[in-house]
């Protein structure tokens, strides 16, 4: 059963990744579109994840220290970097699920690539809203 959810999540995520390297290849630059479709998955895992941390920081009112040098950053940083690289970049696995998601009928494509869509939409709202919060802390007082 957690196997099989597993799998959901696993293949969730190679249709995000499907999506934003079907972005790229429409673009006039069509090389390292599988490149740019890594990136751009690590930068929302990114984000993400720096909203999570604002979040925390908002409601312990507790000032975060973000310089990469501390492990906070640079531990989740790097197993967001080797689990996109090994997934992506240094496996050709992504090619069959490319082929895969390609033979999907055109109206499931479609609802999909509209869940992505608002996946991506959300985790950008929420970065902002995060920061909204966080401006919205008087951090003299807890210094």
Known sequence: MALNRLMKIRRAYY???????????????KWWSDWKAALAIVALEVWLFLSLGVY??????????????????FIPLIIILLLNYSMFI?????????????LLPKARNKVYGRIVFILIACVII?????FYLMSRVDWSKYQ
């Open 15 to 29: 249709y995000l990744f499907y999506r934003l390297y079907k972005l790229s290849e429409s673009a006039p630059s």
């Open 56 to 73: 925390y920081a908002v409601y312990t009112k507790t000032a975060m220290n973000l310089e990469f040098s501390q492990p906070i950053v």
């Open 90 to 102: 240094h496996s050709s696995k992504w090619k069959l699920y490319v082929k895969e998601f390609e």
């Open 126 to 130: 929420n970065l902002v809203f995060s």
